[in-house]
């Protein structure tokens, strides 16, 4: 998810381009200084955690999505996916004083959204299953994960939650996400394509050698 970097003022249509080639940005609590991750191999290559941006603090084989201050400055949180593509992973944070990275959480099918909480002494996260069930959980960022650990619930709802951030009087910025695949298609004698979907992720897999049946999975099933 590579691109440039920019910045621009509320109703300015003028962004000023910072950098190349950053997947992700944050800024800090004095708003002078930016994370930045890259990713210069892509997907199945390296990611790199910048602060402030030029400063590698964190590398790996993973990749590195939500980077996120904490509100005190010593501390960045992200989401870690260890198979590369930016769809699952676990909850990780950097100690900005040795450069320590401690994993919090197990690894979700699906993860995606971090915030730090209103004190600052939680990081609230998104995760569940599938991209069809995530659901608002927070950790501690002192408390580095063992098996059988669990999140502290914060909120459930019926779908899938994204968080994208969290103001210091406390209100919660989230999406409620309905994602939908549909299969579409028909024989070439057909004027017009039809639906061919069974539930809400339909994925093709082939098509039969007389082009009058498709093979299809749905819902990971």
Same mark, same amino acid.
């Given at each position: ?61 993973? /990749?590195? *999505?939500?980077?996120?201050? $904490?509100? &005190? =400055?010593?501390? #960045?949180? +992200? ?30 099918? /699906?993860? *995606?959204?971090?915030?730090? $909480?209103? &004190? =600052?002494?939680? #990081?609230? +996260? ?30 459930? /709802? ?64």
């Amino acid at each position: 998810f590579a691109g440039t970097l920019a910045v621009a003022r509320f109703g300015s249509s003028t962004p000023r381009e910072q950098q190349n080639d950053v997947d992700e940005a944050d800024w800090d609590p004095s708003g002078k200084q930016m994370a930045v991750v890259r990713s210069p191999g892509g997907i199945g290559g390296t990611s790199l955690l910048e602060y402030p941006i030029g400063t590698k603090r964190y590398e790996t084989g993973n /990749s590195i *999505r939500f980077p996120r201050i $904490s509100r &005190d =400055g010593t501390r #960045i949180a +992200f989401l870690e996916d260890p198979f590369g593509s930016g769809e699952a992973g676990h909850v990780s944070v950097l100690n900005l004083a040795d450069n320590r990275v401690a994993v919090l959480t197990k690894d979700w099918r /699906s993860a *995606r959204g971090l915030a730090w $909480s209103a &004190d =600052g002494r939680e #990081i609230w +996260f998104t995760a569940g299953d599938s991209r069809t069930n995530r659901i608002l959980y927070a950790v501690k960022p002192d408390r580095p994960f063992k098996p059988g650990d669990r999140p502290r619930l914060v909120y459930d /709802s019926p779908g899938s939650l994204t968080l994208f951030d969290i103001a210091a009087d406390g209100r919660v910025l989230l999406t409620f996400d309905d994602d939908r695949r549909a299969l579409v298609g028909g024989p070439i004698t057909d004027k017009a394509e039809r639906d061919l979907s069974w539930f809400d992720d339909s994925g093709l897999a082939d098509v039969s050698d007389d082009g009058a049946s498709v093979l299809f999975s749905d819902r990971d099933g």
